[in-house]
T-cell receptor, first 114, second 112 residues
């Protein structure tokens, strides 16, 4: 069974540009999560989808970040325009049920804004 | 709010040495506690977990016991291997929604 897959693995962009990160969850997993680790700091929750609906987006830092999950399958996280402080590793995770089953993480996308 | 504090490291050990990575937490209620591991080039993997006080999670020779009285969940292994070199993250989940709060991570390097 394929795990959680994230694209790209690395992205280097200039300040002010737009970047879109993609996450393909494990097939059949309704719950999808985005997390971010800024260098040297904690991994922080960004948001949680249940199917195509945003269940909790309390961790989204500001309106430059837009997450979508059309059709309840893969998800994208767009940063527009990117700022230097957006640099970090963005992780996606998926699970069948929240709380009762394990969430599986992808390998992360390392975003560098220069 | 909820928070997790763990040894920041880096920690460097020789093979077969004893490992302890300290983790303490602050949370309301009775969170579930986790240790995740990230091997080089890979994603986060759940290493072990405990869901209530005095539970012991264990996996791959690693253990951690949920201590409510000291709000701790220290990770231990009796004899580390080179293949254990990775970043270890302590985390908590306050409810049943898998919204995790992580510590900063501890880089462990095990030398032969």
């Amino acid at each position: 069974e394929a795990g959680v897959t994230q694209f790209p693995s690395h992205s280097v962009i200039e300040k002010g540009q737009t970047v879109t990160l993609r996450c393909d969850p494990i097939s059949g997993h309704d719950n999808l999560y985005w997390y971010r680790r800024v260098m040297g700091k904690e991994i922080k929750f960004l948001l949680h989808f249940v199917k195509e609906s945003k269940q909790d987006e309390s961790g989204m830092p500001n309106n430059r970040f837009l997450a979508e999950r059309t059709g309840g399958t893969y998800s994208t996280l767009k940063v527009q325009p990117a700022e230097l402080e957006d640099s970090g590793v963005y992780f996606c995770a998926s699970s069948q049920d929240p709380g009762n089953t394990e969430a599986f993480f992808g390998q992360g996308t390392r975003l560098t804004v220069v | 709010g909820d928070s997790v504090t763990q040894m920041e490291g880096p920690v460097t050990l020789s093979e077969e040495a004893f490992l302890t990575i300290n983790c303490t937490y602050t949370a309301t209620g009775y969170p579930s506690l986790f240790w995740y591991v990230q091997y080089p080039g890979e994603g986060l993997q759940l290493l072990l977990k405990a869901t209530k006080a005095d539970d012991k999670g264990s996996n791959k020779g690693f253990e951690a016991t949920y201590r409510k009285e000291t709000t701790s969940f220290h990770l231990e292994k009796g004899s580390v291997q080179v293949s254990d070199s990775a970043v270890y993250f302590c985390a908590l989940e306050p409810g049943s929604n898998y919204k995790l709060t992580f510590g900063k991570g501890t880089l462990l390097t095990v030398n032969p």
